[in-house]
Structure formats: structure tokens, C-alpha cells
């Protein structure tokens, strides 16, 4: 899970009961809090009640690349230049143990 911890949507008892249900499921799970950042920051520009912050939104694609390269190790992972927002990403997820890179870095892009 990506979160904005200012997100107004998300209060910390519902996080706390989260966590609790994924742990009583033994779940395999990481939750992820993007300091001083609001509910929709991953939206782009334009869309309606975003509240886009880049920063977050960088990092958490780049999270979600990291985890598809641990989940499915044996498919190559493709370099990504921009995500559907918009931002920029300047890493790629390396190999299936989710190592990052930056761009460039290692070779051909």
C-alpha cells in the first residue's frame, strides 16, 4: 500500500486494523506512508480533486516496479521513462531482486 500520511481518507485506526487483518491472514504485506502528503497524490495534474505531489508519486511507481521485479522474478523488467501521470521516474528496477538503478546506469535504457 502507497499512502499519504496526510490523507485525510485513511485514518490511522483503519491503518491499524489493516495491518491487523493482513498479519491475522499471515499476509505478506508492506504499507508504505509518504511524509506530509494528501489523499490523491499520485493524480495528475488536471484531474479532478487531485492533489498531486510528484515526489510521492515517483516514489511510490517506483515501489510498485520494485515489487512486480520480487513477485515475478523470471520476467525481464522493461525501463520505464515516465509513469501514467506523468512523472519522471530517473531509476529502473534492475533485476528480480527489485535492486534500483539510476537511468543510464548498468547499460542500454
Known sequence: IENGDHDQEVPPDMIAEFCAEMDAAQVDWRFVNHARTPHGFALGPGVI??????????RSTQGMLQLFAEVWPDVP????????????????????DGAVEAAGAGGAD
Open 77 to 96: 523488467q522493461q525501463f520505464v521513462e515516465a509513469n501514467a501521470s506523468g512523472t519522471a521516474l530517473h531509476t529502473r528496477v534492475a533485476g528480480g
Open 49 to 58: 480533486s487531485t492533489a498531486y505531489t510528484e515526489h510521492a508519486d515517483r
